[in-house]
């Protein structure tokens, strides 16, 4: 769940303490060109103020007039859709002809919204289960990724944490990193214990610079499956301390700059850390997709390409991947 999605959940509670009708909009299903994609939220107040989004502005206000006038969602949940023909989805600017499919659901305490986000702000993954005809919510655990199933009599939607990024090193390419990782809304920490690389690194919006050891770090944060670690340094002395602590935490990614003989060499030190071959498995070195990425920038934008994939759940085995990148990364990174 991203951090606007979060801000959603507070605004709806901050609403309902304060009285007010508030339906939750989600989107379940799109065809065609949609503006956003499944599980975007948005809220509307009774008075007509809004938080979130379904669909970059398309229909948002026949949605608050619909919704104000108690034509939808009124006690139970409803499901509607926009662009079901070509004249509705031109009526409303839906691009290509798209179609949205959305279940507005009227919120109340029995939503479950605060033990929701008490659960995210816990750093726990959690399936939240509306079902459409009674309008009950069951909450429970869950180690999925984020996904939405709706197949018309439930919707079910995973919640998280705020998705985090530990970038070991404070390097040019790390900072192109960190800057494009918070453009994805991920809470990015740089750890630099070296103090010739701070310059301009604690000014950098959204990103925490930290002076711990990069092990003492990955162990202090308590990774989750919402978080990555990119090792940038070409220090051994760095990136290998934080690799053999972050590959034993469920982080979803774990990469390591360089070429396949200096990652070669790498996965051999850890087997020394008594990092077991599972473990070192997981490890996504050289690091990024093969996008013939040249600059830092470039190179970094391999790196996020390839964390987004892996998210997605899209197979990485193919001709993008496994890309040895070698005297360019190491020379410029």
């Known amino acids: 769940m991203n951090s606007l999605d979060i ?14 009708r508030v339906v939750m ?3 379940v299903r799109t065809w065609g060109s949609a503006p956003r994609p499944p599980g975007s939220l948005m809220i509307i107040r009774d008075d007509g103020q809004v938080a979130g989004s379904v669909s970059g502005g398309c229909i948002e206000d026949d949605l608050i007039r619909r919704v104000g006038e108690g034509e939808l969602a009124l006690h139970q949940p409803e499901i509607t859709t926009y662009g079901q023909n070509a004249e509705e989805a031109h009526r409303f600017g839906l691009p290509c002809g798209g179609t949205v499919q959305i279940v507005l659901e009227p919120l109340s305490v029995g939503s479950g919204l605060r033990e929701l986000l008490f659960a995210i702000e816990s750093h726990r993954l959690v399936s939240r289960r509306l079902d459409i005809t009674t309008g009950l919510v069951q909450l429970e655990d869950t180690t999925e990724a984020d996904r939405i199933k709706f197949d018309g009599r439930s919707l079910c939607t995973v ?31 740089v750890c630099e214990p070296r103090e010739e690389y701070h310059e301009g690194l604690g000014n950098m919006a959204g990103v925490t610079l930290s002076t711990l050891m990069p092990d003492d770090l990955v162990l202090s ?14 220090d051994p002395k760095l990136d290998d301390l934080a690799l053999m602590e972050a590959l034993r935490t469920p982080a979803f990614y774990v990469g390591a700059l360089g070429s396949l003989h200096n990652n070669a060499k790498r996965r051999e030190r850890l087997l ?20 013939g990425a040249l600059t830092p920038p470039e190179i970094a934008m391999s790196i996020v390409a390839e964390m987004t994939a892996l ?14 990148g070698s005297k360019t990364v190491c020379a410029i990174a």
């Open 7 to 20: 801000d959603v959940i507070r605004t709806a509670l901050n609403w309902l303490s304060r009285g007010h």
């Open 25 to 27: 909009g989600t989107v």
């Open 159 to 189: 919640h998280g944490p705020r998705l985090r990024l530990l970038v070991i090193g404070g390097g040019q390419l790390a900072r192109y990193l960190a800057s494009m990782a918070v453009m994805l809304d991920y809470q990015v920490t």
């Open 221 to 234: 944060m308590h990774l989750d499956h919402n978080s990555a670690v990119v090792a940038a340094t070409h």
């Open 272 to 291: 020394e850390f008594d990092v077991s071959p599972e473990e070192i498995a997981r490890l996504h070195g050289p690091v990024g997709l093969n996008l």
């Open 311 to 324: 998210r997605r759940g899209i197979d990485l085995s193919g001709p993008l991947s496994n890309w040895e």
